[in-house]
């Protein structure tokens, strides 16, 4: 390892990139230039002697150690931030979890809205690779979760239902299409995440697809499709949060719409729980 230190500013670079998709949105979260922003990610490379981030022009993917990484950077910040907030020196982020799309075209403006409204109480946007976005680990006190979601030791709150979309390598005999139906894809290999929502169950038994590919995380699940090893299909907020230019998105007429959850513990781990899932449910009903 280089023999220079490795600081939180690098953790908090490789966070943001994961979590906002390019250089150029984890830079404008984290306040900085878009060149220092890679620059400090490329430092943080070569601290710890391996590729963690691949670049392309639109987007950036974690590398297996990149994903590993970002998980462990993860729970370092939030100890840090623990620590911070018992030695009362700053009041402790409310950290917001999600496995995938967080609030779709609404999380920009939760996030704005957020900062103008109760500025003395930071937010964090985390994506986590596990389907409850980080609850059961203690990495966000509030997740948004995705599908049906009921355990006694959770409080959730329905946000909305979203349209279903089909993912489809760019190419595709069905991607220049306005719509299809699910038993139009009864042919295709799926691509499946390990904590997604997606199961061949959501087809009816006689169109249901064959084969299943299962990947670790949402940016291994693009990659796949776009590299044309099956098709995907997901929530309409993954179209806007997690945009790639290998794949298309086209609605499913007939499949059956996506819930779209808050939900944090019954004891809530941050004081200001409350009002944050008030705030959401003000913006996702007035938009």
Known sequence: MDPNPLELRHLRALVAVTEEGTFTAAAARLGISQPALSRTVVALEALLEGQLVTRTTRSVALTDVGVRTYRAAVAALAAVDDVAAAAGRQPRPLRL??????????????????RSDYPQVPLEVHRVDHADGGLDRGIADVAVVRGEFER????????????????????????AQESILLGELRDETVVITHYGITRLDLWPPSERPRVALTVDNTDDWLTEIAGGLGIGVTGESTASQHAHPGVTFVPIDDAERLAVH?????????????EFAELVTRVVTSR
Do not use: I
């Open 152 to 175: 006694s030791d959770r409080v959730t709150q329905l946000l909305f239902r979203e349209p279903r979309m089909a993912v489809l390598p760019v190419g595709h005999r069905l991607a």
């Open 262 to 274: 808050l939900a944090w513990p019954v004891r809530p781990t941050h004081p200001a729980t409350a």
């Open 97 to 114: 979890g999600y496995a995938w799309s967080a609030l779709g075209r609404h999380t920009g403006e939760v996030m704005r809205r957020w």
